[in-house]
């Protein structure tokens, strides 16, 4: 799979999910930007952020560490995270 | 690869014994009560002491330890409303508001209510709270009046609460197990319930230096456990805990070696939670990082309180998320930490009577 893995694809599919997850209704993918800060200019939280983790661990079949949710800031840094877990698989 | 063989192969499925969290809401009732709960993370608290008098003095007081007891009080409404305004202003939503004895400054507390609607006192219901100030009140009740005369030094101190409180739908008792007045809890209770009261648990956490003999141990802790399952049991109505509450807060060890504490004083990270927004404000309204947490001053090792708790397994949500009974008995605790903390939210029928081990912490 990780092949096939379009970054573009899957950030967009990133950022479905916490618009989607964490009920961001004014949000749109096309207007999320990848590199938001997440907790810093979005305001997410922990429990925001197990949320998402979990379904993200459903879609991709990867196993996410929860020490990890600091690396994950940002979409892209989240799209970058999945990738190279599924790189390593 | 495709992705039909990824997701056969990954650790997401009920072969390996870890369930994806889909299938894990599949559940109906897991499914209603998650969506109830989540209704909540936007919770985020901090911890002001409001004042350093208080009106009695007990044994095994958190508050009079160490250096915050010594803080210069500032009782000027107006300082109190800029850093209500502020904490809005960096996020807080929900305040707690303890030390060493909050009714003593009833205008403070109106200041606070008016700035942050959320929020929760600590009291030892001495004194009644105006009902100007809208926030939960929890009464502390350290065992029967006896037990109270002795290590409280107060005198018919839960007639007192219990008429200070009656009907008022702020009110939630909070008793707080020690290793010598477990048994208590059954009159106790009992005297709660039968003036319609509410009541939770707490565990007597030793503060750091005790040596005193309340601080639990093995046997005391199996008892409180047996217990507090008897009281859930006897009176749902009253009684605002669940299984997994009780199984929790009565392992041989502390909650922070269990689930690993996520308040400052003991997770240097500030990259997201607690560990970056939380601040526990002495009664000068200053903040220290390094002692910040809901009880400062008490022994992480022994460390068990319902205020811990709340935070701590609350914020434990992705190790939950494995098992259908281990998330059922997480959504109880959850549901049982919003009843206890929030005013209004109404706890529904525990999921999971079965006693769940806490999962693991991962290696």
Known sequence: MSACVDQEALIRRIAEIIIFELKLENMTPEA???DLDLVDELGVDSMDMATVVLVLQDEYGVAIDEDDYPKLGSIRK???YIRQNLENK | MNQTSTLASSRCNTESGIWKFSEILADAAVRERWEKVRKYFFLRESSYDMTTRCNIRCDGCYYYEGQKQFAQCNENPKAWQELMSQEKKR???????AG?????VPRILETCYEEVSLGCIATNGFIRIPESVGYRIHISVWGNDRTSLRIRRAKNLLLKQLDNYQNDPRALFVYT??????DEAHEVVKMIAGHGGKVTFNMFSAPVGYEGNLRHDLKSLDLTRRVMLDLLAQYPEN????????VAHTQPSGLHQIYGCSYPRMNPSEDIGLGRSFRQYRADLSWDREKACCVPDTDCNDCRHYASGSAVVTARLHRHATQPDTFRSWLDYVDTYLAVWVMGYKKSD????EQVEPPQRPE
């Open chain 1, 32 to 34: 999320f930007a990848p």
């Open chain 2, 91 to 97: 996020g807080i939503t929900f305040v707690v508001l």
């Open chain 2, 177 to 182: 197990f020690t290793r010598n007045n477990i």
């Open chain 1, 78 to 80: 989240i799209a970058d």
């Open chain 2, 239 to 246: 009684v605002i805990y669940s299984t997994y509450n009780a």
């Open chain 2, 350 to 353: 525990n999921l999971c009577p």
């Open chain 2, 100 to 104: 060493a004895e909050p009714s003593l």
